[in-house]
């Protein structure tokens, strides 16, 4: 019997450590909608419609890690187990997702056009 893959959920402490130790090669994919996104997000992050998502499954190389969050943490779980299934490696579902990220006091958030 095979044992079936599994993506990891992790929280803000976790997150942000893996951001900052693997910029160079992590994918950080935001799942919520496009005027959120554009209303702030987790710097480096890119938003991805869903026929994005797609093209990433099939191009992306698989050995990348992949950390993916959406509003609350529950539809990122999802995704998550869909690139698991498309045979990636790394892949983790950022747990209370962005609203719960951009409480953090120092958890930095990006604002597209915003001076600084």
């Known amino acids: 019997m ?4 599994a993506f990891k959920r992790i929280g803000i402490g976790e997150a942000r450590n893996l951001i900052e130790g ?7 994919l935001d799942v919520r909608d496009q005027r ?12 991805v419609s869903d026929k ?7 191009s992306h190389p698989k ?3 992949v950390l993916i969050y959406c509003y609350h943490g529950n539809a990122s779980q999802t995704y998550a187990q869909t690139f698991v299934d498309f045979g990636f490696e790394d892949v ?15 958890a ?3 604002i597209p056009g915003a001076q600084s």
């Open 2 to 5: 095979r044992v079936r893959a």
């Open 22 to 28: 693997r910029e160079c090669e992590l994918l950080i």
């Open 36 to 47: 959120s996104y554009a209303g702030g997000h987790i710097p480096a992050a890119r938003w």
């Open 52 to 58: 994005e998502v797609y093209e990433l499954l099939t």
């Open 63 to 65: 050995q990348h890690p």
């Open 92 to 106: 983790f579902s950022l747990d209370g997702g962005f609203e719960l990220w951009r409480t953090v006091e120092g």
């Open 108 to 110: 930095p958030v990006a």
